[in-house]
């Protein structure tokens, strides 16, 4: 009777539930590696230690409580302030109608950046698109503040009329001399895909360069 399955097995099996997973489950243009947090571990598991699949497991967990909007407000910083816009000197506010600050904000962000507690250098984020066995770099999940008006974003970016606000993207490619990152807005059901649907690899560098 111990080698005879029984009839209800699936049923047994769903109730076979520990809890959460952070497997993921949906299609996803991004490696599955790219959501592996960095621990700085040893690969054989020290006695009194917790081993390291637990660790990365447990980061991962933790990681996905953090919202970066949610994070800004709870100080009292609005994300769609963050941005500069134009500067028009003739249509001041008055001082009784602003809230913080007499002059708007000016400087770009770029400005405030420090890398020194990043856990990995660009090229190192960048290297997380590519799989082993795979000679094609797929993007690297991220957040970007960026304007929901992609024409208009591209056209003024420092336009008022535009909302910025903190999207889901792909991350494509890396330049090192403007240290700036180019990526790409995923779509509803979070994937990366071109205009006629296809992956975007290799930072959208087609084969004709």
């Known amino acids: 009777t111990k080698f005879k ?11 076979q ?56 407000a709870s100080k ?17 506010p008055p001082i009784e109608e602003t809230k913080d600050s ?9 400005v405030f950046d420090n890398d020194e507690f990043d856990c ?21 999940p991220g957040k970007a503040l960026l304007p929901t008006d992609d024409v ?7 336009s008022e009329e535009l909302i910025y606000k903190w999207i889901n993207v792909g991350v494509l490619d890396y330049d090192k001399e403007t240290d700036l990152y180019l990526v790409h807005k995923t779509d509803e059901k979070g994937l990366v895909r071109d205009e006629e649907g296809r992956p975007i690899l290799n930072g959208g560098i087609t084969a004709a360069g």
Do not use: C
């Open 76 to 92: 009292g910083i609005d994300s769609n302030q963050l941005m500069p816009r134009h500067y028009d000197p003739d249509n001041m």
């Open 5 to 15: 399955m029984p009839g209800n097995l699936k049923g047994l099996l769903d109730k």
């Open 152 to 158: 208009l974003g591209h056209e003024d970016p420092k």
């Open 17 to 72: 539930v520990v809890g959460p997973s952070t497997e993921i489950l949906a299609e996803s243009d991004f490696p599955e590696q790219s959501f592996k947090p960095k621990v700085q571990m040893p690969f054989k598991r020290v006695p009194g230690q917790n081993p390291r699949k637990v660790e990365v497991e447990r980061r991962k967990r933790l990681y996905l409580t953090f919202d970066i909007a949610e994070l800004l």
């Open 120 to 140: 990995r250098t660009p090229e190192e984020w960048m290297s997380l698109g590519l799989e082993p066995g795979s000679s094609d770099r797929k993007p690297v």
């Open 102 to 110: 007499v002059f708007p904000i000016y400087l770009p962000l770029k």
